[in-house]
């Protein structure tokens, strides 16, 4: 059964009520036995167990026979498609602590992926973050073990990356571009599983939130936040979905439901042993007028396409960044006998014009893997012009505007990624701990004056400067960790530098979500939806295919 949310505010009970008995409906009771082949045992079930029993009492050597099925099961379920899992026993109650709760330790989610620790993306603020581990990167030591292998399983991971808050862990890094291994001392946090990052006023009337996952209590994160906005001036809202990984279904499109008319369709799901069943928004919602802008880029998935593709296929808003993932297939767990449990593939969603945003995966689970790869290295990333979608993939947004299917949600305006920002250089002072070391030594001199200085957030973020003596010791700091640069080619960077040193000292110092107040303005997504809200023009051209 998807999770859903459960604890409501009373002015939104009656509403998500409404939504959420269809939701727990549907994955429960309205899969039904259609389409269902019969098969013969004796080519399917009793063959598989006959080959056990012989294993087990004729085989030359011992054999852990349950682990065989562990491993028989994984590479059926690899054979399927590229997100139906399997989850053993003593991992179940682990699988969903991101979405639910808080643990102490590295702060990253990953994937096992050709036997590697792939790191999905570091949670924000947590202390891989800090230290400069990036989406991406691969684990290929911890505390100088192995830590690539058959034998390495989630449990191995969350083993050796867990621990107490303060304890040490180092991590062998393996980077894509840079030949050597890059090792990262970290220390272990308590990791807070907040799924809002942020949420504030660009300026008079425009607010802004960023989501990073849908969990279980994003939406009253989301209605909070909305209220709170609200009384603060807000007509307008920027919708930060960028590297917002999905979640909950249901939370999903009890989000989508704030911000749609009544009985507009979120979105359907269908397959072949599912009838179609359609998500349709019920009464009104929290932020069904002012005009809409939604960030995102290849990091969004799932859940954040739910959203992006219900808004723009209803011309509610516009789309600003780069392609989506592409991710479009609905999961259902089933347990085992044993108590493990299998998240099954069972139907795809669809966007309400008819969209199915899911990426190819005829060519076998490890090519799907590389698409991410393959969209960098066509120029995609950096321009729109590389991206092509077939005819037969067209659909119609509600005002006509054409859109494609069969592969991620397309944004309506193409922001390219700053390779000029994030360059070798930089990546190089975050990766050697040049940023993170000067803002922990900065804080650990000055925090009493700053706090005295700077009553509040605000008094901070209008005061602080980092200034030309502060950036010379950073400087001085990048030589010692031998982090080799010319003027020239630090010169380009500098501002952007500043900035960072002054939010990272910022969410140190106040709220991890004032990190994200600092930097916007210089965060070119966040300043073209600036620039297409307050342009009235603009923006009705854009959603009303102009």
């Known amino acids: 059964m998807y999770k859903l949310i459960l604890t409501i505010t009373s002015t939104k009970m009656n509403k998500i009520l409404a939504l959420f008995a269809l939701l727990i409906i549907l994955p429960v009771f309205t899969f039904g036995q259609n389409n269902i082949s019969t098969i013969d045992p004796n080519e399917t079930v009793k063959k598989y167990s006959t080959l056990l029993y012989l294993i087990n009492n004729f085989y030359v050597d011992t054999l852990d026979v349950p682990e065989l099925t562990e491993k028989a099961i994984v590479l059926t379920l690899k054979e399927l498609d590229p997100h139906s899992a399997y989850i053993p026993k003593k991992e179940v109650t682990k699988s969903n602590e991101t979405l639910e709760g808080s ?4 702060g990253l989610t990953f994937q096992l992926f050709k036997d590697t620790i792939l790191v999905v993306s570091p949670i924000p603020g947590g202390p891989s973050d800090k230290v400069g581990i990036m989406a991406g990167d691969k684990i290929v030591t911890v505390d100088g073990e192995d830590a690539f292998g058959k034998d390495k399983t989630n449990t191995w991971v969350m083993d050796h990356l867990r621990g107490k808050k303060g304890t040490k862990v180092v991590v062998g890094i393996y980077r894509r571009g840079i030949d050597e291994i890059i090792d990262y001392e970290i ?8 799924s809002m ?55 999903a499109m009890s989000i989508v439901d704030e911000l749609l008319e009544k009985d507009k369709l979120i979105v359907y799901t269908d397959g072949i042993h599912q009838d179609r069943q ?11 007028e002012g005009k809409l802008v939604v960030l995102i880029n290849e990091g969004s998935a799932s859940a954040s396409e739910i959203v992006s593709g219900a808004v723009q296929d209803w011309d509610r ?45 005829e060519d076998g689970v490890d090519e799907y893997y590389k698409d991410f790869v393959r969209r960098m290295e066509h120029g995609e990333s950096y321009n729109s012009d590389s991206i092509q979608f077939p005819d037969s993939l067209m659909f119609k947004t509600n005002s006509g505007r054409t859109v494609y299917g069969g592969g ?3 944004s309506d305006i193409f922001i390219p990624l700053d390779s000029t920002r994030y360059n070798k250089l930089y990546s190089s002072l975050i990766r050697k701990g040049v940023i993170n070391g000067f803002v922990n030594d900065y804080l650990d001199k000055n925090r009493k004056k700053l706090s005295s200085e700077f009553s ?33 080619e630090i010169s380009p960077n500098v501002e952007f530098i500043k900035v960072q040193l002054k939010a990272l ?19 070119p997504e966040i300043m073209k939806a600036l620039e297409v809200i307050h342009d009235d023009s603009l923006y009705n051209n854009i959603i009303s295919n102009n």
């Not at 107040?517 to 965060?523: A, L, N, S």
């Open 103 to 106: 643990f102490e330790g590295v």
């Open 317 to 361: 808003g516009v789309l600003i960044g780069r392609r989506s993932f592409g991710k479009g297939l609905v999961q259902r767990p089933f347990q085992l006998p044993d108590g493990s449990v299998v998240r099954l593939t069972v139907a795809r969603y669809y966007t309400p014009s008819g969209r199915c945003i899911q990426m190819p995966y």
């Open 505 to 523: 000292i910022g969410r140190n110092l106040f709220d991890v979500g004032d990190y994200f107040e600092v930097i916007y303005p210089f965060d």
């Open 278 to 288: 359609d998500l349709i928004a019920t009464s009104k919602g929290e932020f069904e």
């Open 408 to 410: 991620g949600v397309m």
């Open 187 to 194: 220390i272990r946090d308590k990791i807070p599983i907040n």
């Open 197 to 251: 990052d942020a949420a504030f006023m660009l300026d008079n009337t425009t607010g802004y939130i960023k989501l990073n996952r849908f969990a279980k209590q994003s939406l009253v994160e989301f209605s909070e936040a909305i209220h709170m906005l609200k009384q603060s001036g807000m007509k307008d809202l920027v919708f930060d979905l960028r590297s917002n990984s999905g979640g909950y279904l249901g939370t």
């Open 456 to 488: 509040n957030f605000n008094a901070y973020n209008k005061g602080f400067i980092v200034d030309e003596n502060d950036f010379l010791k950073f400087v001085d700091l990048a030589k010692e960790k031998e982090v080799e640069f010319t003027d020239e």
